[in-house]
């Protein structure tokens, strides 16, 4: 039985992952940045009957992840997987219409706050000897560009060079270092990105989404897989293969 830490794991993929997790019998701790959704969510999942608690906290402040540890070691003893999936989407404007709180908040949220969680996490694991810390991809991870998508492309296009970095610095520590790489889901997340979009905008980006994205499920269960059965040292998991990417691109093209 594995005990899993997953950020911003309240709702979209970051719940989706739990619950997988907690379906094959481990141990996971929900985080989120308000209380009471963590308290509303860890309570659902134990009438269930899952082993689950939660620690709510913004991961913004680094002192969240140094709670998230103690408070797990304390129940648990050990955190076997960390998953940095904590993460914000921009507003579906040119980079210029964008103020800067908001700039501010996306940067200290998908940069600086993975930064801060994966410091934390590898430094327990460097005292514990071992552990596995994925952090999640995002669109501009692989250097791809989207008008309307500059400041979070930005934000995932560091992602993607800080864990392969961090990866090799970890080498010869029996640390895992990985990307979670899940490609284009149906969450909050994906639908609140179009709320500053005129109507046009909308329209066109909602035909995009209902063709490329994933349901959450199938997405979480083969990350999941993956990441237990994981043992390289840099590991890049990635649900949207070629494979299932054609069909989709053939379809756009079509309706297009």
Do not use: C
Request: glycine share 8%; proline share 2%.
């Amino acid at each position: 039985m594995k005990t899993v830490v997953i950020t911003g794991s309240t709702k979209g993929i970051g719940y989706g992952l739990a619950l997988r997790f907690l379906k094959k019998k481990h141990r996971v701790v929900i985080n989120g940045r308000k209380e009471e959704d963590v308290i509303r969510v860890t309570e659902k999942l134990r009438t269930e009957g899952y082993e689950v608690f939660g620690v709510s906290g913004d991961v913004r402040k680094p002192e969240t992840f140094q709670t998230i540890i103690e408070n797990t070691v304390r129940k648990y003893q050990t955190i076997d997987i960390w998953i940095n999936n904590a993460g914000v989407t921009q507003s579906m404007l040119s980079f210029n219409e964008i103020d800067d709180q908001e700039i501010r908040n996306l940067l200290e949220v998908n940069v600086q706050g993975l930064m801060s969680g994966s410091k934390a996490a590898i430094n327990f694991f460097i005292q514990q000897g071992h552990g596995k810390l994925f952090n999640m991809e995002g669109f501009g991870s692989d250097g791809r560009t989207m008008n309307k998508l500059t400041l979070y492309g930005t934000s995932k296009r560091a992602v993607n060079y800080f864990t392969k970095s961090l990866s090799e610095e970890m080498k010869g520590k029996n640390i895992q270092v990985g990307i979670l790489s899940p490609g284009m889901v149906r969450t909050d997340l994906l639908l609140n990105s179009l709320k500053n979009s005129s109507e046009e905008d909308k329209k066109r980006t909602q035909k995009i989404f209902d063709i490329l994205a994933e349901d959450v499920e199938p997405v979480t269960k083969f990350l999941v897989n993956k990441m237990l059965l994981s043992k390289k040292q840099y590991d890049r998991i990635q649900y949207l293969t070629f494979l299932r990417f054609l069909p989709k691109l053939i379809k756009l093209i079509f309706v297009r």
